[in-house]
């Protein structure tokens, strides 16, 4: 089992977090994890109720170092983009974490903040695996050197899957690397849980290394 810490408003940006990381993290990747709306507040204990934490908690390893941080409940991770990164380079400094193998993924309200780092940030992550998300499709352009690999259920009442359907679209547009995964059948709670138990997310997050850091024109830029 990884290795399980908590600590509570112990930055400057007051955001709370849990860090599971083997005994050996030397050389492994970071990925951050990005809960939804139901987990926001002061409870750290909420961060492990679903999907890639909640799996963690029960036993599960993973050759990483993790963070799930907590959003603040007044907040949604689209805008607290700047503290939370602040917060992810301090982890990378902290583990030692190579530059090409920082990723990041997340459900529902997480799904949106990971489209959102990957499209602010968009020479930061080696990839971004948002879930049930959806985000600003016309800045998609952004991520044309990020691979994302996204996936939603088909049914989902409370995200419609539209939302990652027009993200994915705008990567495609731009010439962007895309796997979309679109649940047959399956809800917000049923398509989320089984992202991080039975598709290839976590094993495609490991695989990721980021190789070209060269600048990424924001969209619209021209207009500037």
Sequence with gaps: ??????????????????????????????????HGAGERGTDISHVDRWALPRLLKSGLKIPAVILCPQ???????????KELKALIDEVVEKFQIKKDR??????SMGGFGTW???????????????????????????????P??????EKDGTVPVIYSQ?????VKACGGKVEFISLAGMDHG?????AYEHTQLIEWLLK?????????????SEYF
């Design 1 to 34: 089992m990884n290795k399980l810490v908590s600590l509570h408003n112990e930055n400057s940006y007051g955001i709370s977090y849990q860090m599971f990381y083997p005994d050996k993290y030397e050389d492994n990747p970071l990925i951050v994890f990005l």
């Design 148 to 153: 994302v690999y996204a996936v939603h259920g």
């Design 102 to 107: 920082i990723l990041i993924t997340g459900a």
């Design 166 to 170: 027009l993200m994915v679209d705008g």
């Design 116 to 146: 959102s780092m990957g499209i602010n940030y968009p020479t930061f992550f080696a990839g971004i695996a948002p879930v049930a998300g959806g985000g600003m499709s016309w800045r998609a352009s952004n991520l044309i050197s990020t």
């Design 190 to 194: 049923d398509g989320i849980e089984y």
């Design 71 to 81: 959003c603040p409940v007044e907040y949604t991770w689209d805008n607290i983009v």
């Design 208 to 220: 990721q290394r980021r190789k070209d850091f060269s600048a990424v024109a924001e969209a619209c």
